[in-house]
C-alpha cells in the first residue's frame, strides 16, 4: 500500500511540476528533471524525542544519569551517548514537563546540574541564559534538560529537579509528556 501512495506521490505531483519524467530511488534520492536536481528524503528519520527510546547498541554508549525528583527521590537510568536529558526522562516518566517540546521556549525543563560536572558541559547559549532568568528557583548550577546532550564524559552525572516550574498550570494537574 505505501508503495502505490509513494507512486501515485511521485507520478501525479512530482513529475507534472518538472514538466516530465523523472528518477527517483529510495533512501536519499535525487529527483531529475531536464536541468532541474532536486534531493529528498524517502527513508525513516527520527521524529522529536525517538532517540532516547532506542538502547545503547554497544556498552562503550551506556551513560548513567540519575535524576532527583521533587521529593528527593533518586532515578538512576540508563541512557546512552546522544540522548536528550528531557526525553530520555519522560522515557523512563521522571517528572520533567518540556512544555515546549525542547524547542528552548520555555524553562520547565529546568534542573540543577551537580556542580562537579558543570564544566563538562558546553556553554549555556544567551537564549538558553535568558530563558533561565525567568525561572523560579535559580541556582549557579541550573540549565535546561533539554539543552543536554550526554556525553561519555557525563557519566554518572546527576540533575535534581527544582520543586517548581514555571507552567500554565495552577489547580495541580501533573503534565505528561507529549
Known amino acids: 500500500m505505501f508503495l502505490q501512495l509513494q507512486h501515485h506521490f511521485f507520478s501525479h505531483f512530482l513529475r507534472p511540476l518538472r514538466g516530465g519524467a523523472g528518477a527517483v530511488r529510495t533512501g536519499k534520492s535525487t529527483v531529475r528533471s531536464g536541468e532541474q536536481r532536486r534531493a529528498i528524503w524517502l527513508g525513516v528519520t527520527n521524529r522529536h524525542g525517538e532517540f532516547e527510546w ?3 547498541k554497544s556498552e562503550e554508549e551506556v551513560v548513567f544519569v540519575t535524576y532527583v525528583d521533587q ?11 546522544g540522548d536528550n536529558v528531557l526525553y530520555l526522562a519522560h522515557r523512563y516518566g521522571i517528572s520533567m514537563e518540556g512544555a515546549c517540546e525542547a524547542s528552548l521556549a520555555c524553562t520547565t525543563c529546568h534542573v540543577y546540574v551537580q556542580p562537579s560536572l558543570l564544566d563538562k558541559l558546553p556553554t549555556a547559549t544567551d537564549k538558553e541564559e535568558d530563558l533561565l532568568d525567568l525561572a523560579p528557583f535559580l541556582k549557579e548550577n541550573s540549565r535546561l534538560g533539554c539543552q543536554i546532550i550526554l556525553t561519555k564524559e557525563l557519566d554518572g552525572i546527576e540533575l535534581t529537579l527544582p520543586k517548581a516550574t514555571r507552567n500554565f498550570y495552577v489547580d495541580g494537574h501533573k503534565p505528561k509528556p507529549h
Open 54 to 56: 532506542k538502547d545503547p
Open 71 to 81: 521529593e528527593g527521590g533518586k532515578h538512576k537510568i540508563r541512557g546512552k551517548v
